[in-house]
C-alpha cells in the first residue's frame, strides 16, 4: 500500500501521488488538506489537480473525486484534472459518469 500524498508544486497546481482507494482515503491527511484548498482564491481562478502520480484507484477513489470536484464546485472553486490514470478512467465509463470529470 502506498501512502497518499498532495504536492503543491506551484499556487493552484497540486500532485496526487500514491494509491486513491478505499484503504487510503479515510486516512489520508494529504486528502483532507486538500479539501481545505485556498477558498481566498479568485472565483474565476481554476485550480489542476494532476493525477500523474496515482499509482493504484478504484471505485471508492473515483466516488471521493467526484465528491471533492462537487463540493468545491458548490464553493466556485473550479479544478481540472490532468493525467487522469487510464484505470480510472476506465471505471468512470463502467460506472458512467465520466462525463462528470473535467479533464484537461
Do not use: C
Not at 86 to 101: H, N, P, Q, T, Y
Amino acid at each position: 500500500m502506498t501512502k497518499l500524498e498532495v504536492i503543491e508544486s506551484s499556487r493552484g497546481y497540486y500532485i496526487l501521488q500514491g494509491e486513491l482507494n478505499r484503504n487510503n482515503i479515510a486516512k489520508s491527511a494529504a486528502l483532507a488538506t486538500l479539501k481545505k484548498h485556498d477558498i481566498s482564491q479568485a472565483s474565476n481562478d481554476v485550480s489542476i489537480l494532476d493525477m500523474s502520480g496515482v499509482s493504484h484507484s478504484d471505485t471508492a477513489g473515483l466516488a471521493w473525486l467526484m465528491n471533492f470536484l462537487k463540493d468545491n464546485q458548490q464553493q466556485n472553486i473550479h479544478f481540472k484534472l490532468k493525467n487522469i490514470p487510464e484505470s480510472l478512467i476506465k471505471l468512470a465509463k463502467i460506472s458512467d459518469v465520466e462525463g462528470f470529470l473535467s479533464v484537461q
